[in-house]
Structure formats: structure tokens, C-alpha cells
């Protein structure tokens, strides 16, 4: 449900973006895709590391906290935020 995590914390997989059979703005059931997801043909799982920001998103959604003074920002904020940074970081100021 955040799309900042592009990699599985745990397991170090990359993340596979899945189109659910019918246009819905949440699919809270994911079990009637499993038999479509499992004849598709898809790549291999491509082993990644999750970044410091995946790792602390998933922190965060654990209810784990650090201590940290970014932990008493509301989650959608600090991910809007490094978002943002990381445009301006790698694209300038004028990035989109």
C-alpha cells in the first residue's frame, strides 16, 4: 500500500507491481488473484536490498520506533518529503 517500498524487507526480493482483474481503488482481497498470479509467466524474483527509507517505512508499519526525531512525523510526510529531496537531489530544482 506504499508506493515508496519497492523491495520485500524480509525476504530481499524485488517488489512485482500486480493489476488487480477489476479497476478498484483498494484491493482488500488478494486471494482470488493467487491462481491468475501463480499461471502467469513471470521474471524470476530479482533479489534487492530495501533502501533506508523502505526499511524504515516497514519499521513504522511493524509499530517499531527508534527514537528518532523523524518517528513523531506522520508517516505520508516523511515519505512525501524524501520524495520530494530526492527529486531535487538528483534532477535539480527544476525537477518535476
Keep these: 500500500m506504499i508506493d515508496a517500498n519497492h523491495v520485500c524487507a524480509e525476504h530481499g526480493i524485488r517488489l512485482m507491481a500486480v493489476t488487480p ?26 533479489p534487492d536490498q530495501a533502501t533506508a527509507l523502505e526499511s524504515s517505512i516497514i519499521e513504522r508499519l511493524d509499530g517499531r520506533s527508534t527514537g528518532r526525531w523523524i518517528d513523531s512525523v506522520q508517516l505520508d510526510v516523511v515519505v512525501h518529503t524524501a520524495e520530494v529531496l530526492g527529486a531535487l537531489a538528483n534532477r535539480g530544482p527544476q525537477a518535476s
Excluded: C, V
Excluded at 482483474?21 to 530479482?46: E, T, Y
Design 21 to 46: 482483474p477489476k479497476k478498484a481503488r483498494i484491493q482488500s482481497d488478494l486471494s482470488r488473484m493467487i491462481p491468475a498470479l501463480m499461471a502467469a509467466q513471470a521474471p524470476p524474483a530479482f
